[in-house]
T-cell receptor
Framework: DADVTQTPRNRITKTGKRIMLECSQT?????MYWYRQDPGLGLRLIYY???????NKGEISDGYSVSRQAQAKFSLSLESAIPNQTALYFC???????????FGPGTRLTVL | GQSLEQPSEVTAVEGAIVQINCTYQTSGFYGLSWYQQHDGGAPTFLSYNALDGLEETGRFSSFLSRSDSYGYLLLQELQMKDSASYFC????????????FGGGTRLMVKP
């Protein structure tokens, strides 16, 4: 059983549509993260959350919003999708102050 | 801000040793991590260095020189399954201890 799950795994949508990507974890970690991966650019941090009441912007938060519904759930929304948001999106978790982050399987999003 | 540089591609033969370098610029360096990512897969943690020196974990070792803002990942006795992308990532205490990733090095292991 996967410890960090993401839904959907693949999504194709059109410009201007609202999209939500969901992440759930069974690791009991307080910290959760959303990253975006583009070829040659590594992973870039979009938003992160240290607990249910704590949400912080990352390097590239413009055009995105998040919701931490519970310790185990962290959702990423694109309010009005645009083609340059086509990318691979990863959710990750970690224990407080821990070095290691645990990544979900990723969501491949295509915006036409 | 932070920036990291690593080679985009490295090719090596099975059984050989390969070194993947990473140089970084950051204002509040805390430590350097390495992650492995196979095609179509998720990144997985390999190692972390906060202090100068070499950390060894089986066939993989990671080195850090804080004074040179430089680190490397050393892979020994290469196997075909080591073909993957390898990312260095800086943990920055001026950025909430968040990770900033390099662009990744694609390692191709040939028979």
């Amino acid at each position: 059983d996967a410890d960090v799950t993401q839904t959907p795994r693949n999504r194709i949508t059109k410009t201007g549509k609202r999209i939500m990507l969901e992440c759930s974890q069974t690791k009991g970690h307080d910290r959760m993260y959303w990253y975006r991966q583009d070829p040659g650019l590594g992973l870039r941090l979009i938003y992160y959350s240290f607990d249910v009441k704590d949400i912080n912007k990352g390097e590239i938060s413009d055009g995105y919003s998040v919701s931490r519904q519970a310790q185990a759930k962290f959702s990423l929304s694109l309010e009005s999708a645009i083609p340059n948001q086509t990318a691979l999106y990863f959710c990750a978790t970690s224990e407080d102050l821990a070095v290691e982050q645990f990544f979900g399987p990723g969501t491949r999003l295509t915006v036409l | 801000g932070q920036s990291l540089e690593q080679p985009s591609e490295v090719t090596a033969v099975e059984g050989a040793i390969v070194q993947i370098n990473c140089t970084y610029q950051t204002s509040g360096f805390y430590g350097l991590s390495w992650y492995q990512q196979h095609d179509g897969g998720a990144p997985t943690f390999l190692s972390y260095n906060a202090l100068d020196g070499l950390e060894e974990t089986g066939r993989f070792s990671s080195f850090l020189s804080r004074s040179d803002s430089y680190g490397y990942l050393l892979l020994q006795e290469l196997q075909m399954k080591d073909s993957a992308s390898y990312f260095c990532a800086v943990r920055d205490n001026n950025a909430g201890n968040m990770l900033t990733f390099g662009g990744g090095t694609r390692l191709m292991v040939k028979p």
